[in-house]
Every structure is written in structure tokens, then in C-alpha cells.
T-cell receptor, first 113, second 108 residues
């Protein structure tokens, strides 16, 4: 089983719909992240969380919200989806140690029509 | 923000060494340099990281310039499975700053 699991893997939704992307991890890491990947733009940070009570905005948080339900679970919500939120979304985790690397899930491909 | 710049694409022949460059002229003294790679339909995968000294692991080597404004990821012997997008990233405090990556093509 994957250490970082994202569901669903693919999702098509309509403009204006609310949608939630889920991420769970079995690595026991405190830190969790949501990134968005668009062609030609690399990965951009949406939100990150260092523990259950800690939520921080990244560089592109507008139009998104998150919930850290437990150490192992971090959900990303689009309150009212719009077409320019069509992208590949990745969840990642890391330990709290200063130079620890990121561990990514396999992504959710979201299409907003 | 901490930023990196990489060539969009590179090619290498199979079984030859590959040197993937990265410029990070705005790096600060406490920023770590990380490298990840992304295979098709997968999330990025950690390759290597360093702060000031050159680093080696089973996947690759990382050469860091003395002024730390650039670094090079070295794949000692490219295989077809190394074809991927390689990202050079700065870890500044609690955040990782991704560039747009280098797409590596390995020619059989």
C-alpha cells in the first residue's frame, strides 16, 4: 500500500460545485502539504499544516480551503469550482526535522467543466 | 521568494553520465537544495539534498557551487528508467519552492 494515498485519482466536476480531495498517510509525519501542478508552471503550494491545530496558506490559497481532521488526514476543498482550477493536485508529507524531504502521493487529476 | 531556474529539457544517451544544472542565485544561507524527479503519472520522488557540501547517495550525486548559487545533479550512468522531469527545489524554512523542472530524455 502507498504511504501517501490520495482519493479520488480522477474527478470531473461542473463549475460551481463543491468538491473535496482527500489525502491520508501512514508515515506518521506531522507535516502535510497540498500542491497544484499546471503544465509549464511546476508545483505551487496551496496550503500546509504542521499539526492538527496548525493550518497555513501557501502561495495560491484563494478559492481553496483545507481541513486537518487527524495527524494522518488532510483534505482540500474547492468551495465553488471554476475551470481554471483544472489541474493535477498533489498531497505531500514530511517529518518535522529541518532538512527532511517531501513524500508525495500519486495525485488527483481534477477537471472542472 | 526563493526561486530556481533550470533548462526546460535535456537529452542523454543511455549508460552515459548526465549533469543537470540548476541556478538559485537568491539562495540564503540556511536554504537546503533538494532534487526530486517525477515519472509520468506519478508524484514527485525525492532524489537527494544538500546544504553546502557535495552529497552522494545510491541514486545520484549533488555538486554544490562554492557560492551556493548553483548546483548540479549528476546521474552517473543514465538508464531508460531515469527519463523523467527533474526538479531543483529550495527548502526555505518551512516551505519548498519548486521550479518548472528539466525534462530528461534518455536515448537508447
Amino acid at each position: 500500500d502507498a504511504d501517501v494515498t490520495q482519493t479520488p485519482r480522477n474527478r470531473i466536476t461542473k463549475t460551481g460545485k463543491r468538491i473535496m480531495l482527500e489525502c491520508s498517510q501512514t508515515k506518521g509525519h506531522d507535516r502535510m502539504y497540498w500542491y497544484r501542478q499546471d503544465p509549464g508552471l511546476g508545483l505551487r503550494l496551496i496550503y500546509y499544516s504542521f499539526d492538527v491545530k496548525d493550518i497555513n496558506k501557501g502561495e495560491i490559497s484563494d478559492g481553496y480551503s483545507v481541513s486537518r481532521q487527524a495527524q494522518a488526514k488532510f483534505s482540500l476543498s474547492l468551495e465553488s469550482a471554476i475551470p481554471n482550477q483544472t489541474a493535477l493536485y498533489f498531497c505531500a508529507t514530511s517529518e518535522g526535522v529541518r532538512n527532511s524531504p517531501l513524500h508525495f502521493g500519486n495525485g488527483t487529476r481534477l477537471t472542472v467543466t | 521568494d526563493a526561486k530556481t531556474t533550470q533548462p526546460n529539457s535535456m537529452e542523454s544517451n543511455e549508460e552515459e553520465p548526465v549533469h543537470l544544472p540548476c541556478n538559485h542565485s537568491t539562495i540564503s544561507g540556511t536554504d537546503y537544495i533538494h532534487w526530486y524527479r517525477q515519472l509520468p503519472s506519478q508524484g514527485p520522488e525525492y532524489v537527494i539534498h544538500g546544504l553546502t557540501s557535495n552529497v552522494n547517495n545510491r541514486m545520484a550525486s549533488l555538486a554544490i557551487a562554492e557560492d551556493r548559487k548553483s548546483s548540479t545533479l549528476i546521474l552517473h550512468r543514465a538508464t531508460l528508467r531515469d527519463a523523467a522531469v527533474y526538479y531543483c527545489i529550495l527548502r526555505a524554512g518551512n516551505q519548498f519552492y519548486f521550479g518548472t523542472g528539466t525534462s530528461l530524455t534518455v536515448i537508447p
